[in-house]
């Protein structure tokens, strides 16, 4: 174990994160339907499929995921001892019986056994001291056809904590003593305040100091820390990442959230909007990334280099409405901590957000009318003739593009 990641295990012994002790049915990098059938366009069962998640901290994101699907096997590694035994605990409390957690440096993956489908690897990388070389072994246990889902903290968005970082690092330069380091970041946000470079940032509900006022609980010190003092960390640009793939044998498919990267959010010129769009996805990008210039991190999928490109699965048409994905489910953080008490507004979860919709029971049966196949209107007609007069073509139509706007149905369905 190299001193950079020996550092990064003392931090995460310490403060296990995140420190929530309750499982995540919200990581987009952990969403397997979207990252396999949407973004990787696999037409292929998720039966039996083998995942892989690096540096998986206290597992609330490998346990949530183990949750949703339970037919597929997960094989989650960490470096730091005290997030592995909250991950087995919270594993064990929710009784998953599918995922295993393992002590694992990220350099050592080239000794185990086997290939894996799915690969996830969600805010490790850039902790690393050499992220080429990690990012290649995790590519050794890629299956030829697999797929690795992504996260990277991106340059843009990421500066002024990175700035915050730099002051801290040169005002505390023992980057293991926690104790100095974190009171010093409690005094330097708030004296930030002023400084007209840091204020908008500082307003961020996330990075505020309000958010860690008093940093009164474990769970919040320890968010506390990976958020500001992290004793590593580096970020990237869109070119700059598609540079780490390549260096690890891996090519770019696509954003996880790619609604967030449409140039028509940020450019009005049709021509301009033309050219943009007829770019590669890379270039594209790259394109919007600096019209945007606020990015805080890319969520995407890689493959190796000459993997088999997969085409829509059979029987989609552009006007078809997407299933409903398991990561979509209907859900509340009450069920979470297993109290089933029903309640109204019905709540739809979907990625890191909470939606509260109000359907009646009428309009809440249209969910179960969407196949992945049919369009909107066939669907409205499917709906009056189960429904009768209770339910018009213009509620249908407006229930579902408002679904759709909201992202809590996606654009391709699984098969």
Same mark, same amino acid.
Do not use: I, K
């Given at each position: 174990m190299d001193e950079i990641t020996g550092k990064v295990r003392m931090m995460?012994? /310490?403060?296990?994160?995140?420190g929530y002790g309750v499982p995540s049915l919200g990581s987009l990098n952990h969403d397997l339907e979207t990252v396999w059938f949407d973004i990787a366009r696999r037409t292929d069962s998720l039966d039996h499929k083998r995942v892989l998640d690096v540096g998986c901290g206290t597992g609330d994101k490998s346990v949530g995921c183990a949750m949703l699907y339970p037919e597929v096997t997960i094989t989650a590694v960490d470096v730091s001892r005290e997030s592995l035994r909250k991950a087995r605990a919270l594993g064990e409390e929710h009784g998953c019986k599918n995922v295993t957690f393992l002590e694992k440096d990220i350099m050592s993956l080239q000794e185990m056994e086997g290939s894996y489908d799915i690969i996830v690897a969600m805010g490790v990388v850039m902790l690393l001291s050499d992220p080429p070389e990690g990012l290649e072994a995790i590519a050794s246990r890629l299956a030829d056809d697999g797929v690795l889902s992504l996260y990277l903290y991106a340059e843009d968005g990421r500066r002024p904590v990175t700035s915050i970082q730099s002051i801290i690092n040169g005002i505390c330069p023992d980057r293991t003593d926690f104790d100095d380091r974190i009171a010093t970041a409690k005094v330097l946000l708030e004296d930030l305040r002023r400084n007209p470079k840091f204020r908008g940032f500082l307003d961020d509900r996330q990075y505020s100091s309000d958010s860690f006022r008093g940093l009164h609980s474990d769970a919040i010190k320890a968010r506390f820390v990976d958020q500001i003092v992290h004793?590593?960390? /580096?970020?990237?640009?869109?070119?700059?990442?598609i540079?780490?793939?390549?260096?690890?044998?891996?090519?770019?498919v696509d954003m996880i959230d790619r609604d967030e990267w449409c140039v028509e959010d940020y450019l009005t010129s049709p021509e301009l909007v033309s050219r943009v769009n007829g770019l590669e996805p890379p270039e594209r990008y790259a394109v919007v990334e600096h019209l945007k210039a606020s990015f805080n991190e890319y969520r995407f999928v890689a493959r190796k280099k000459g993997s088999k490109k997969r085409s829509a699965p059979d029987g989609i048409r552009p006007d078809s409405v997407p299933h409903l994905f398991r990561s979509a489910k209907v859900f509340s953080h009450a069920l979470l901590h297993k109290d089933i008490r029903s309640f109204e507004p019905r709540i739809i979860g979907f990625t890191n957000r909470e939606t509260r919709y109000w359907l009646n029971d009428d309009l809440w049966s249209l969910l179960g009318l969407i196949d992945g196949r049919s369009s909107v209107s066939e669907i409205a007609d499917r709906a009056i003739k189960r429904l009768g007069s209770a339910i018009s073509p213009d509620e249908v139509v407006t229930v579902i593009e408002d679904l759709r706007s909201k992202r809590i149905v996606y654009t391709t369905p699984h098969p």
């Open positions: 995460y012994e /310490r403060y296990p994160y995140p004793v590593n960390e /580096r970020t990237y640009t869109v070119n700059s990442m540079d780490l793939l390549d260096s690890a044998g891996l090519e770019f």
